[in-house]
């Protein structure tokens, strides 16, 4: 169990159009989950996290006008990529967090989706 | 802030032992993840520890020591697929990692 899936899995684009991403817990209820971004020969970083119903929160650096997030439900949150340009050109990781109350190894709590690699041109 | 730091490369041979360390300064610790990634993919869980002293889980373990705030992954019996990124996650959700290890394994 436990499985996050994330579509598109490869996207390229020309600069200046935007571009979304779901990401979705396929058989758990997830009410967070997390935008990563990952450069090449890079860490994963942190952009923001969704919380089911409420506004996503952003970390420092981090547009919220450019990176729009979406929570609608337990099993959804979208990342769209709004005017994008070349720098933003990377690999964008969602990560979702099970309800507390079904969390059943305390290990691991925090799901990762496959990725979304975006090129913009 | 929280930082977790371990070294950029490794390399080591097929069949031997390596062991990735891993210091952090956290605000609050609840435990240190590991995570496995190949090129082009996604992180992979491999371990976690709560408390001090050892997991093991096959042919990976890891160790924790919360009043030296550090760990490490060890890998035995090292095998050409093992080269990858090694990253330590913490202390809770959302995850924060550390800059990574790339561990190549060489004939």
């Known amino acids: 169990g436990a499985v996050v899936s994330q579509h598109p899995s490869w996207v390229i684009c020309k600069s200046g159009t935007s571009v979304k991403i779901e990401c979705r817990s396929l058989?758990?209820?997830?009410?967070?989950m997390f935008w990563y971004r990952q450069f090449p020969k890079q860490s994963l970083m942190l952009m923001a996290t969704s919380n089911e119903g409420s506004k996503a929160t952003y970390e420092q650096g981090v547009e919220k006008d450019k990176f729009l997030i979406n929570h609608a439900s337990l099993t959804l949150s979208t990342l769209t990529v709004t005017s994008a340009h070349p720098e933003d050109s990377s690999f964008y990781i969602c990560?979702?967090?099970?309800?507390?109350?079904?969390?059943?190894?305390?290990?691991?709590?925090?799901?990762f989706g496959p990725g979304t690699r975006l090129l913009v041109l | 802030g929280q930082s977790l730091e371990q070294p950029s490369e490794v390399t080591a041979v097929e069949g031997a032992i390596v062991q990735i360390n891993c210091t952090y300064q956290t605000s609050g610790f609840y435990g240190l993840s590991w995570y496995q990634q190949h090129d082009g993919g996604a992180p992979t869980f491999l371990s976690y520890?709560?408390?001090?002293g050892l997991e093991e889980t096959g042919r990976f373990s890891s160790f924790l020591s919360r009043s030296d705030s550090y760990g490490y992954l060890l890998l035995q019996e090292l095998q050409m697929k093992d080269s990858a990124s090694y990253f330590c996650?913490?202390?809770?959700?959302?995850?924060?990692f550390g800059k990574g290890t790339r561990l190549s394994v060489i004939a």
């Open positions: 990560s979702a967090r099970r309800r507390a109350t079904e969390i059943k190894r305390v290990q691991e709590t925090q799901y």
């Open positions: 996650a913490g202390p809770n959700t959302p995850l924060v």
């Open positions: 058989d758990f209820q997830a009410t967070t």
């Open positions: 520890n709560a408390l001090d």
